[in-house]
Nanobody, 120 residues
């Protein structure tokens, strides 16, 4: 089992930046079997949506709404994944969740979420 703990959320003005971090813990086997890690977000009254994902080969994908503003990265030594968020907009306000996917037969692991609020 992989445990995830997010940090770095907070309140920022539009145009500002925040850096989210996700620390992973668990057995060496569990951590080494992670195939992809990502960040999702959920705004009030909306469905949870994918923000960015990074795979074991370091390929990345981003939601169209954050391309060019957000950067996802992974440190395999520290077992952390970060989301650098720049040029933040009020519509980026949401609870951000870290996730780790080991593929079948394992269900994805989720963190508890961290609130990001962008004021106009």
């Amino acid at each position: 089992q992989v445990r995830l703990v997010e940090s770095g959320g907070g309140l920022v003005q539009a145009g500002g930046s925040l850096r989210l971090s996700c620390a992973t813990s668990g057995s060496i086997f569990s951590i080494n079997s992670i195939k992809a890690m990502g960040w999702y977000r959920q705004a009030p009254g909306k469905q949870r949506e994918l923000v960015a994902v990074i795979r074991s080969g370091s390929s990345t994908n981003y939601a169209d709404s954050v391309k060019g503003r957000f950067i996802i990265s992974r440190d395999n030594v520290k077992n952390t994944v970060t989301l650098q968020m720049n040029s933040l907009k009020p519509e980026d306000t949401a609870v951000y969740y870290c996730t780790a996917d080991r593929g079948p037969p394992y269900a994805p692991s989720w963190g508890q979420g961290t609130q990001v609020t962008v004021s106009s």
